[in-house]
């Protein structure tokens, strides 16, 4: 519980202020903005839509899984941190990744 409360903090401090959900929204749309989809992943996990955070950074990974020294898939281990490994969000986003990974 300790390593997910740790995880939380972390990903909240990163979150910052600066951010509009909608402005994000819309930059996401522009094909390539991994910032955007990084951003806006981060907000959407904050706000208890982890599956659609999850989703995100898996697209932004199949199309660039190098971005950033790999950084969407950094966060995207932060994020099953955070849900845990029982999780089936985790689980299937962990299956998800690996696919993306190593085919």
């Known amino acids: 519980k300790v390593a ?3 995880a939380l ?3 909240s401090k990163s979150a910052g202020s ?3 959900m909608e402005s994000l929204k819309k930059l996401v749309a522009t094909p390539g903005n991994h910032q955007a989809q990084y951003d806006l992943a981060l907000l959407l996990f904050l706000r208890g839509e982890e599956e659609e955070a999850i989703n995100l ?3 932004s990974i199949a199309a660039d899984r190098t ?3 790999s950084a969407a898939r ?3 281990l932060k994020f099953f941190d955070v ?3 029982e999780n089936p969000l985790t689980l299937n986003g962990r ?7 190593f085919s």
């Open 74 to 76: 950094l966060r995207l």
């Open 9 to 11: 903090l972390e990903l």
């Open 18 to 20: 600066n951010h509009d």
């Open 57 to 59: 950074l898996l697209d």
């Open 95 to 101: 299956r998800r990744l690996s696919s993306l990974l």
């Open 4 to 6: 997910k409360a740790m």
């Open 67 to 69: 971005w950033n020294d």
């Open 83 to 85: 849900l845990g490994n």
